[in-house]
């Protein structure tokens, strides 16, 4: 089925860390914002970064989070063939416009969630992988990784870039 992305980059003129899935689940989509899947650990896994035991439930709160800490959010495809959210499904992809955020916020650290996106970045983007980590995938679909493994994961890339993004920036 073709699908074209439902959602604008998250971000705003103070967002230094982008985080690139590769498209919408399905649920995501049906709950209108990134990372929507209950059984995704994306929230779990930044919220554990942060050092908070509070984890962002709505979507009023992922947004405050991610301003707080100053992360953007997009995807690395705007429109593909898909079947339900499985990215190895991922046909015919058109790549998003990444100077839609890029022009708009500082981004020093791009970091991909999952080896899909990884993979499109690099087909798509080469011309700032200098700027891009791979992460292991937050998915429920990714059973290689148990959440205290993404979490040690995610913590050795942050500190291995030297990306500082998980200082808290509001109250």
Not at 25 to 53: C, I
Not at 65 to 83: G, H, K, S, T
Not at 93 to 106: E, G, M, W
Not at 152 to 169: I, M, P, Q, Y
């Amino acid at each position: 089925m073709r699908l074209r992305h439902p959602f604008a980059p998250y971000g705003d003129s103070r967002s230094s860390c982008l985080i690139l899935g590769t498209f919408p689940s399905v649920r995501s989509r049906e709950s209108g914002f990134y990372y929507g899947h209950p059984r995704n650990r994306f929230w779990k896994v930044l919220a554990f970064l942060a050092k908070t035991s509070s984890i962002p439930q709505t979507q009023e709160e992922k947004r405050h989070f991610l301003q707080c800490y100053r992360i953007a959010l997009w995807d690395v495809v705007q429109e593909c063939d898909l079947q339900k959210s499985q990215d190895s499904t991922i046909t015919n992809p058109i790549p998003v416009d990444l100077s839609q955020i890029l022009q708009k916020a500082p981004i020093t650290h791009i970091f991909t969630n999952g080896a899909k996106a990884h993979q499109l970045f690099r087909r798509f983007f080469s011309d700032f992988s200098d700027k891009e980590n791979a992460l292991p995938s937050t998915s429920p679909a990714n059973a290689r990784y148990n959440l205290t493994s993404l979490q040690k994961s995610w913590a050795t890339a942050l500190e291995v870039t030297g990306c500082d993004v998980f200082k808290r920036h509001c109250s």
